[in-house]
């Protein structure tokens, strides 16, 4: 595999890591996302210190509207997260 | 680094490396496209038989018309390429 396949692959065993734990396993109930920002991205979420950041997020994530984060949902928010860490890099 | 992190690092490290080769170093030209295609994403010009596949790609992903792929714009490409590998192997 190449670096980039490596990486695409490293994001779809994080998302089935987490969204496989309970309820359905294509999809990331609050509690999954929860864990997944905690142990995936502990910078995020010390960012923000509102508690509620993590209903926040998964309301902003959640494009069609089913309370849960599935994987194209998902992507999009990595993908977002990724630019803005490039943009932060090149500055 | 979590697996997450280590993740979005490699991508945003892949891209340097082809778009530093020439001519603007944010952008992949089309030579830095074709270079980066051809060694990290081997199995995706393979199926597409049409010689103008690069030209297409860089027309597709191009959404500000400069001529060049910037980061933003591959990000969006490796978003919908993960999508599209993860709903496979779903299958």
């Known amino acids: 595999m190449t670096e980039l396949e490596t990486a695409m692959g490293m994001i779809i065993d994080v998302f089935a890591r987490y969204s496989g734990a309970e309820g359905n396993k294509q999809s990331l109930t609050k509690g999954e996302l929860k864990a997944l920002m905690e142990k995936e991205l ?38 977002a997260l990724t630019s803005a860490c490039h943009k932060y890099f090149q500055a």
């Open 42 to 79: 502990p910078g995020f979420l010390q960012s923000g210190r509102d508690k509620d950041t993590v209903d926040k997020l998964l309301k902003d994530l959640d494009a069609n509207g089913d309370a849960e984060v599935d994987f194209n949902e998902f992507i999009v928010f990595v993908a």
